[in-house]
């Protein structure tokens, strides 16, 4: 299978631990998205790479959240000191190159749910 | 800023019926997405909507856009159950393409 995979699926944790998730895009997207879905509302932008640039990071990225995508291909998040309101669905996206057939479609992976006790 | 709204949020349908549901968007934007989410699953792509006048159909769903209203319609033909799910429309923003997303409408198809 080609698509984004995401990895845990799941994650439960105790409220101040830190928390890694890590995506792995369709291979040769160099766009990789990261959004927040918490339940009952549509996903929100957080912070999205272009190869391993990190171009845009959403407010929402408060200093205890920092994601990574080294060498342009997996990207990683983190956050650090867990709060119970980070809480969500994490969700993963990648995009091809623009083209002429090419419409920057985001593919979305399964997510990562996090729960913090 | 962008802002996007769907109504209605809840749609609870009758098999067989058609119904509407509608994205507006505060800011110009060229092109609009349609996405599909069942409960505790990903978001999976509908439609890609490209410019003004846009139309696309896949089996009873069909999207179109109009950019001068800055308008989207999903439209649902003799709903059967399997459509039940939520339903979100996005916009993108920016350089990048961010995803700007509405609140999603909950689609129930009771049989």
């Known amino acids: 299978d080609t698509g984004v995979s995401q990895d845990p699926r799941h994650k439960i944790t105790k409220r101040g631990q830190n928390v890694t998730f890590r995506c792995d895009p369709i291979s040769e997207h160099n766009r990789l998205y990261w959004y927040r879905q918490t339940l009952g509302q549509g996903p929100e932008f957080l912070t999205y790479f272009q190869n391993e640039a990190q171009l845009e990071k959403s407010r929402l990225l408060s200093d205890r959240f920092s994601a990574e995508r080294p060498k342009g291909s997996f990207s990683t998040l983190e956050i650090q000191r867990t709060e119970q309101g980070d809480s969500a669905m994490y969700l993963c996206?990648?995009?091809?190159?623009?083209?002429?057939?090419?419409?920057?479609?985001?593919?979305f992976g399964p997510g990562t749910r996090l729960t913090v006790l | 800023e962008l802002k996007v709204e769907q109504n209605p949020l809840f749609l609870s349908m009758q098999e067989g019926k058609n119904y509407t549901i509608y994205c507006n968007y505060s800011?110009?934007?060229?092109?609009l997405y349609w996405y599909r989410q069942d409960p505790g699953k990903s978001l999976e792509s509908l439609f890609v909507l490209l410019s003004n006048g846009a139309v696309k159909q896949e089996g009873r769903l069909m999207a179109s856009l109009d950019t001068k209203a800055r308008l989207s319609t999903l439209h649902i033909t003799a709903a059967v159950h399997d459509l039940s799910a939520t339903y979100f429309c996005?916009?993108?923003?920016?350089?990048?393409?961010?995803?700007?997303f509405g609140a999603g409408t909950i689609l129930r198809v009771k049989s």
């Open positions: 800011t110009t934007s060229d092109r």
């Open positions: 996005a916009v993108p923003r920016g350089y990048g393409n961010k995803l700007v």
């Open positions: 996206a990648s995009s091809g190159r623009q083209g002429p057939y090419n419409y920057n479609e985001q593919f």
